[in-house]
């Protein structure tokens, strides 16, 4: 059977010049970038050359860059980092209700330890008001960190403006950039932000490495203790092939960029306008407009999003019911409920997110299949019954 692979906000497979760029950093170049000896030091330099290519990625600068083990520990080195370091001028925080858990979990940690955490409302679409941003700022505010775009619904924030307040109060501003980096341009300058959470496995680089962007002159105290890796920032033996991966992908997207965000335009919203056309009782979750390229998220009403789910897997399309680390779980999403869809509606929900290799043909297969999956669930649903 054909795999169709529509999960590319889950992960990305890893492109094959990655591969290529990383291959020798397993074997030849093998050395602790540590070690003063020559292998040691080849190491090093590979490290640093790609250091300069994932800050230009951004608009940063090659010293901005600490090196980290994904998303998940960028923001939280993000997050508990200001918060250790600034925790005497004040213990305040505000982010939003739609974040990925990475800082809604971190948010709930620091709270344990005496800091106030205010998660915004968001609109129907998933928007942060720049102006609930502004009200919540007190003199005890000392971070704001609201996402670039959200992993499920693909809504993009309004980052720039909120930028602005964050630089007008004086308040360091953390944006997670994990599902806009190398899908979409991102300039640190451009967004005024002073911190910045990626992951390589997003933008089709490998898994087990990310990194955060700091500003010049902002000092955080280290998540990790231990060796004086990465300046003293972040302990332990830096994963030399993932970081030459990741620069690799940073590269080819940046490269890539314009030309895939208008092919993945078109190939989402056939894909929405399909789905809709086809099948009654269904919406689009997120903004039509400010929202990823390659995000499509629907709920479907009568249906519950794992059935369809499996039944899209039986047929070899892979596609999620919501973030991809919550799928094991029987809650509806946080981030759905966040932004009004009723829990009947959420357990109706499935993402698509598209990628570098998803084709139109695909998208036309999905639009056959899932329409049919769905009539079958329906046949079958006492939800629907009841409704009628
Ligand atoms: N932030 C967002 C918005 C994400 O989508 C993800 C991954 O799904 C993460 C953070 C975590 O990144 P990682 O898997 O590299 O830890």
Known sequence: MRRIYL??????????????????????????????????????????????KVADLIGARDEEIVFTSGGTEADNFALEGVAFANGKKGKHIITSAIEHHAVIETGR??????????????????????????????????????????????????????????????IYFHTDAVQTTGHTPVNVDELGVDLLSMSAHKLYGPKGIGALYIRKG???????????????????TENVPGIVGFSRAA???????????????????????GLLERIDHTRLNGHPVKRLPNNVNMSIDFVEGESMCLNLDLEGICVSTGSACSSSSTKPSHV???????????????????????????????????????????????LLRSHK
């Open 251 to 273: 590269e080819l997207a940046q490269q890539e960029m314009s030309e895939e965000v208008e092919r993945l335009t078109y190939l989402r919203d056939k894909l929405v306008n």
């Open 109 to 170: 940690f620091l709270e344990t330890r005496g800091f106030s955490v205010t998660y915004l409302p968001l609109d129907g679409y998933g928007l942060v008001d720049p102006d609930d941003v502004r009200k919540a700022i007190t003199d005890k505010t000392i971070l704001i960190s609201i996402m670039h775009a959200n992993n499920e619904v693909g809504t993009i924030e309004p980052i720039a403006e909120i930028g602005k307040i964050a630089k007008e109060a004086e």
């Open 336 to 382: 759905l409920l966040a932004i009004g869809i009723p829990p009947e509606q959420a357990y109706g929900s499935l993402r698509l997110t598209l990628g570098k290799w998803t084709t139109e043909e695909e998208i036309d297969r999905v639009l056959e299949v899932l329409p049919r999956i769905v009539a079958k669930l329906r046949a079958m649903s006492p």
């Open 7 to 52: 999960d590319h906000a889950a992960t990305t497979p890893t492109h094959p010049e990655v591969v290529k760029a990383m291959l020798p950093y397993f074997t030849d170049v093998f050395g602790n970038p540590s070690s003063i000896y020559f292998c040691g030091q080849e190491a090093k330099e590979a490290i640093e050359e790609a250091r300069v």
């Open 218 to 236: 902002i000092k955080l105290t280290p998540f990790m203790h231990g060796g004086e890796q990465e300046k003293g920032r972040r302990a332990s």
